[in-house]
């Protein structure tokens, strides 16, 4: 078991920043690959980055490449998503989750993430 818990959401004027950690528990956190997605009302729950097991490479959707970056630290067993240059279209509710997988085909598949937190809300006034 993994115990995956999301901290750093809020509310951010258009243009703003906002780092949003991933604090996680129980497990070896750097057994697994970590992801970020993000939810709307009504609307299914987005991938938006990935990052390996050693950090060394990330994945973005193209909605928030080079805007938003993805890091871990291994040592602190926390994932993290720095958040810039935020829209309007980014409030949602944020996710981050593990994946036990060691093939990086699977990093971009919701379904093979195991753990998830509980999320936490972005939100971004126009």
């Known amino acids: 078991q993994v115990q995956l818990v999301e901290s750093g959401g809020g509310l951010v004027q258009t243009g703003g920043s906002l780092r949003l950690s991933c604090a996680a528990s129980?497990?070896?956190?750097?057994?697994?690959?970590m992801g970020w997605f993000r939810q709307a009302p009504g609307k299914e729950r987005e991938l938006i980055a990935t990052?390996?097991?050693?950090?060394?490479?990330?994945y973005y959707a193209d909605s928030v490449k080079g805007r938003f970056t993805i890091s871990r630290d291994n040592a602190k067993n926390t994932a993290y998503l720095q958040m810039n240059s935020l829209k309007p279209e980014d409030t949602s509710v944020y996710y981050c989750?593990?994946?036990?997988?060691?093939?990086?085909?699977?990093?971009?598949?919701?379904?093979?993430?195991?753990?998830w937190g509980q999320g936490t809300q972005v939100t971004v006034s126009s």
């Open positions: 990052i390996n097991r050693s950090g060394y490479t990330t």
């Open positions: 989750a593990a994946n036990p997988s060691t093939s990086a085909s699977s990093y971009r598949i919701r379904d093979e993430y195991r753990y």
């Open positions: 129980g497990r070896t956190f750097s057994n697994y690959a």
